[in-house]
């Protein structure tokens, strides 16, 4: 009997305690009252009694264990009976102590109680070393034991089945409605069996495998996790984003996100135009000097390095990698046979093709995002009672946080406005019908403006530029970015009569906007193609003057069949002709470089001087500046948004002639980025009306689109119809740009393969592609319409039922 209660008592004590927490026993406690009645001897007799018995008691703890384990998970209270079962134990415990206790004291007396306490203490440091051993090695041997006897099916299904309730318990166990405490214990309680059984689930060595298997799949789940939190972390410029959107409304940034994928998409450019066209001519062609097109001519060399004719980039600038006019025509260069012109023409048609690629794929993949549109369900109730993150733990997040909700209930005060808003709709027809003629009346001053200063400056060419001064050579550059700058604070004067809601007022702005940026635009074209024609004319004349130059080296006469050798004559004394291509990139970067100027001297002066008046000046001025006149300024969200827009087109009509374009975007976008979201922060404040911005920014994107369509027709004009210059840029020699294709088919590639791409090219087949492609985008779009509208009725359904169910 005494070794079933003492077996009961270890067993009991291994199940409470699984945590590994030890404690004395009773049968520890009496064998050290035993051992201050016997002496040295005796006690060595006593261990092996008790080792003598730790293989029964074992094998029982071991089943008594394992059927524990399996009616661990049987309820939910699980915690509330493990308690009960301690404290009973506890008691059980307690009272055979008393009972020792009370047989210990008996025939003792006081003095030998002194004696004995100090002799009690080292033996149970003694025996809580050896039961620390005798545990050690009933653990290996209970391990081996455990592999030598295979758990059977149904107890393995239902230790699997435990496991899983186990982890679906920790899954969800956040959500339930417990006290804190209660949830500690009862995740401390489950995490500990699936440690302790999960690798039970093999058999036999296949148990190992298991354990390992499970380790790598935990490991492998932490390393997904930790490796989507690096992919936020390396997102550009998230958090100056979130912080902006908390204080400013999503329509602000939005147009911040949009800037930042530009700034992707010109990444991609820089790198093409960079990696394939620019580094190849530096390191694999002929340098400097060698040829007339790479060497600046005598009559600029004493003015080639000065400041002011690098910024106008001519000089040095013009006649380097940075422009068209530099590349040879070489048809392979280097010792890896690099074909230059190929490659020129093949970056600057993929550059558009990848453009309208990632443009129409973005536009697809917001409209799928958008869904159906927004719930606007109870969206109070959802806002005050469901906006918080009860995780921040940061004090600047919560303010940002803090910001975003109140910013989010202003957005939607004014949807719910808008939408109960009653008005006279006489009054309000007039005031857009005089608005919308106001508006006209702009875009045809600032056309016939343009139009004007265009021809000035096509007199003052003919003239000779040498001749005027800085404003006369920079006058059409100058006029294009101060009515970038003027009109839409104008439009916006105008568009406050027309009393739409703030997210039509923008899209109203934009088109306004667009139509001004677009006037100008082609007006600026169409000026270039006069130049471009008037260029021409003088390449006929230059062609003429050096046949003379070159039949004055030989005294006047060429001789037909002649075997001299050829006069050398330095590159920078050889006429040359005007080079139109460069001419053309020239224009597009002044503009891009002018707009970027125009573009921070409007943040400083208009957004940080206002503000730094306004702050300052505000306690000694007449009235309140805050509030009324000047006040701080408001972000303009619709002429930033069409800046960018326009200034990515003449990213696209010029980087084919100037293939430096896209890395001066490329910069002007990153520091745009940093200069634009200080000016916000510090200088600017929220709009009166906040309103939410579209879930997709598919408005944006459409006039990208169009613009990009509208900037790929003057460049493939060029391409197809006008003949590139004589003497400059990787096609000269040839009548058109696109032969180059045709010269690498007939040089490079097998005869039938130039054949079936002359079929493949055939306007015959061409023509019903094209006309196929467009009668499948009108059946798949009158099918996402006839989706789309399934989708709402469904929804209309779906409330319906929900207010009967009410």
Not at 357 to 386: C, E, L, Q, Y
Not at 749 to 769: D, E, H, Q
């Amino acid at each position: 009997s005494d070794d079933n209660e003492e077996g009961s008592a270890v067993e009991n004590e291994e199940n409470a305690k699984g945590a590994g927490k030890k404690r004395a026993t009773p049968r520890t406690r009496r064998t050290h009252a035993r051992g201050r009645d016997r002496h040295g001897n005796e006690d060595d007799e006593d261990d092996e009694d008790g080792m003598r018995r730790t293989a029964p008691r074992r094998h029982r703890s071991r089943r008594r264990g394992r059927a524990a384990g399996n009616e661990a998970s049987d309820s939910d209270m699980e915690p509330a009976k493990s308690r009960k079962n301690q404290a009973n134990q506890k008691s059980k415990e307690d009272e055979e102590e008393e009972e020792d206790e009370k047989g210990g004291k008996s025939g003792k007396g006081k003095n030998e109680k002194k004696g004995d306490k100090k002799s009690d203490k080292k033996g149970k440091k003694e025996k809580a070393n050896k039961k620390k051993k005798d545990k050690k090695k009933s653990g290996s041997g209970s391990d081996s034991e455990s592999e030598e006897e295979p758990i059977t099916e149904e107890e393995l299904a239902k230790l699997k089945e435990e496991v899983e309730e186990k982890k679906k318990l920790i899954a969800t166990l956040r959500n339930k409605p417990w006290k804190m405490k209660k949830k500690l214990s009862v995740l401390k309680e489950a995490q500990l069996f699936v440690e302790k059984f999960e690798g039970a689930l093999g058999k036999g060595k296949g148990k190992k495998f298991y354990a390992y298997k499970v380790m790598m799949m935990k490991k492998w789940m932490k390393f997904q996790r930790d490796f989507e939190n690096f992919k936020t972390a390396c997102i550009p410029w998230e958090m100056k984003i979130k912080e902006i959107e908390s204080h400013f409304g999503s329509s602000v940034a939005s147009y911040f996100i949009f800037l930042r994928w530009m700034y992707g998409i010109n990444m991609i450019l820089f790198g093409l135009t960079f990696g394939l066209v620019m580094v190849p001519e530096a390191l694999m062609g002929k340098p400097y000097g060698s040829l007339p097109r790479k060497t600046v001519p005598r009559a600029e060399e004493a003015t080639a390095m000065n400041f002011a004719t690098l910024w106008d980039f001519s000089g040095f600038a013009q006649y380097s990698v940075l422009f068209y006019g530099y590349y040879n025509n070489q048809r392979t260069i280097g010792w890896l046979k690099f074909r230059m012109p190929l490659s020129y023409f093949l970056v600057g048609v993929g550059s558009i093709g990848y453009s309208f690629m990632i443009v129409t794929r973005t536009m697809a993949k917001n409209a799928n995002d958008d869904g159906g549109g927004d719930d606007t369900s109870f969206n109070f109730s959802w806002k005050m009672f469901t906006s918080w993150d009860y995780l921040i733990g940061n004090p600047e997040t919560a303010d940002n946080k803090f910001a975003s909700i109140t910013t989010s209930f202003k957005e939607a005060i004014v949807e719910e406005q808008e939408s109960r808003k009653e008005e006279n709709i006489h009054l309000t027809r007039f005031l857009r019908v005089l608005a919308n003629f106001l508006a006209l009346c702009t875009l045809a001053g600032s056309g016939y403006l343009i139009f004007f200063v265009v021809r000035r400056s096509q007199q003052f060419a003919l003239e000779g530029l040498e001749n005027y001064g800085w404003w006369e050579r920079n006058e059409v550059n100058t006029v294009m970015s101060l009515l970038g700058m003027f009109c839409p604070t104008l439009f916006d004067v105008i568009s406050s009569l027309e009393n739409y809601h703030p997210r039509i007022a923008l899209r109203w702005q934009l088109g306004r906007i667009f139509a001004l940026f677009l006037g100008n635009l082609y007006t600026f074209i169409i000026a270039l193609m006069d130049e471009i024609n008037l260029k021409l004319e003088e390449e006929k004349i230059v062609k003429y003057n050096m046949t003379i130059w070159e039949a004055s080296l030989y005294n006047g006469t060429i001789p037909e069949n002649s075997t001299a050798p050829p006069i050398q004559v330095d590159p920078a004394d050889v006429p040359r002709g005007p080079c139109w291509e460069t001419m053309v990139g020239q224009e597009f970067v002044r503009l891009t470089v002018s707009d970027m100027m125009t573009t921070y001297i409007t943040i400083l002066i208009g957004d940080f001087l206002r503000a730094v008046f306004v702050r300052f000046f505000n306690y000694c001025w007449c009235w309140d500046l805050e509030y009324g006149f000047p006040s701080y300024s408001e972000f303009d969200i619709s002429g930033n948004v069409l800046g960018l827009i326009f200034n990515q087109g003449m990213i696209w009509m010029g980087s084919f002639y100037a293939p430096c374009l896209p890395a001066i975007n490329v910069f002007r976008l990153h520091t745009s980025m940093y200069l634009q979201c200080w000016a916000v922060m510090c200088c600017n404040v929220p709009q009166e009306r906040v309103f939410k911005a579209s879930r997709s920014n598919n408005f944006y994107m459409a006039m990208l689109l169009f613009i990009l369509f509208l900037s790929t027709l003057p460049a493939v004009y060029t391409i197809v119809s006008i003949p590139p210059s004589f003497d400059c840029g990787p096609f000269s020699g040839k009548t058109r740009m696109f032969e180059v294709i045709s010269e690498t088919l007939e040089h490079d590639f097998p005869s039938w393969f130039g054949k079936v791409f002359g079929y493949a090219s055939n306007p015959g087949l061409i023509l019903p592609f094209i006309l196929l492609m467009v009668l499948s985008l009108y059946y798949l779009n009158a099918t996402s319409k006839s989706y789309k509208e399934a989708n709402l009725e469904l929804k209309k359904k779906l409330q319906s039922v929900r207010i009967e169910n009410y």
